[in-house]
């Protein structure tokens, strides 16, 4: 099964919608589709708006690909159940998003070696046929973020009035 | 100990959410209420302000200078903290006013770039991290990378 995430954004993103559809219809792979906002419907793939994020997890977790665009909630999720990931930035030119800065998160993460970035659709089949590898040692560096985050909030605690 | 702190969280939904959701645990103990636009996964929160999504429109940015304004009076938080993205704005600038203390995290999304809304950050907030190390040279010394929800880059 490839997991595909359109993610909460409200512009359409017809591209990949399109490709996914084409490559469930041509492959007979079940192709589970969030679209979210996007207006875009397939024909061929079972598809859902939004489901409660732990649902959404555990489809993630069964995943053979998971293809996202390259948001970051999307590639937090993606990354976090260690399934072969690959991202599609949305484009400003084809009206898919208010900027360009997607690419350079589908850019760190293929730096990074934890996914694969796609930018032109004729290559989605041959990458969903053969995903990339997965990271297998991926660990964010969390807890001195949450710890440093922690910190702040005891030193409001303690400031406080007395 | 004093009383239990409150703490304002306000972000975008998405990955802003996304990340806001990750660090509760950073704020066990304490009260949290949401500031947060209205949105289908926003929805599902306890203790929320929603407002509509139309960041961009100035008349919504002086509504939500008011909300902001009447919330805080009710609410009196401690702490701002934001995940992003423009929805800060307004609550950092009301709680100046209140004198609560800000703390900023640049979204996961801003690389090597930074965001508009963390350019105005940078200056408003009293802590300011950034969550991959390409993006520390971006800004200046106020900004800090101590960590990050999506790098494995260690913090220094």
Redesign the interface.
């Known amino acids: 099964m490839i997991y595909v995430t359109l ?4 512009l359409d993103f017809k591209r990949l919608v399109d490709v996914m559809d084409d490559i469930a219809r041509d492959s007979g792979e079940q192709v589970i589709v969030q679209l979210g906002m996007s207006p875009t419907r397939p024909q061929h793939c079972a598809w859902f ?2 489901l ?2 732990e649902e959404v997890l555990e489809i993630q977790r069964h995943a053979r690909v998971i293809v996202g665009h390259a ?7 993606a ?1 976090s159940v260690g399934r072969p990931f690959v991202t599609v930035p949305r484009l400003k030119r084809f009206n898919e998003h208010m900027n360009d ?2 690419i ?2 589908a ?2 993460i293929e730096r ?1 070696g934890w996914g694969r970035k796609v930018m032109e659709m004729s290559e989605m089949a041959a990458v969903c046929a053969n995903p990339p590898a997965v990271k297998a040692d ?13 910190a ?2 005891e030193r ?3 400031d ?3 | ?5 409150k ?1 304002c969280c306000t972000c975008s ?7 806001m ?3 509760q ?3 066990e103990g ?1 009260t949290v209420f949401y500031f947060c636009y209205d ?3 926003t929805r ?1 929160l306890e203790n929320r302000y929603l407002v509509p ?1 139309m960041a961009k429109n100035p008349i919504e940015f002086l509504k939500n200078l008011v909300r902001v304004t009447r919330i805080f009076r009710k609410e009196r938080p ?2 701002i ?1 934001s995940t992003g993205a423009e929805i800060a704005i307004p609550v950092v600038l009301i709680g100046k006013l209140f004198r609560v ?1 800000a ?1 900023y ?1 640049e ?7 930074p965001s508009v809304t963390g350019r105005v950050m940078y200056w408003m907030a ?2 300011f ?1 950034v ?2 190390p ?1 993006l520390l040279a971006a800004y200046g010394p106020r900004a ?1 990378f ?10 220094p």
């Not at chain 1, 948001?71 to 999720?77: Q, Y």
């Not at chain 2, 939904?13 to 990340?19: D, S, T």
């Open positions: 993610g909460t954004m409200f708006d939004f409660p994020r948001g970051i909630g999307t590639a937090l999720d990354l800065h997607q350079e998160i850019e760190a990074r991926y660990r964010p560096n969390k807890a001195p973020l949450i710890g440093a985050v922690r702040m909030v409001v605690h303690r406080r009035k007395g | 100990m004093p009383e239990p702190i703490i939904h998405g990955g802003h959410l996304n990340e959701l990750q660090i645990e950073a704020f304490h949105a289908d996964t599902r999504n401690d702490l903290v203390p703390l995290i979204c996961g999304a801003q690389v090597v770039r009293e802590e991290y969550q991959w390409e800090r101590v960590g990050s929800l999506i790098d494995e880059a260690p913090a």
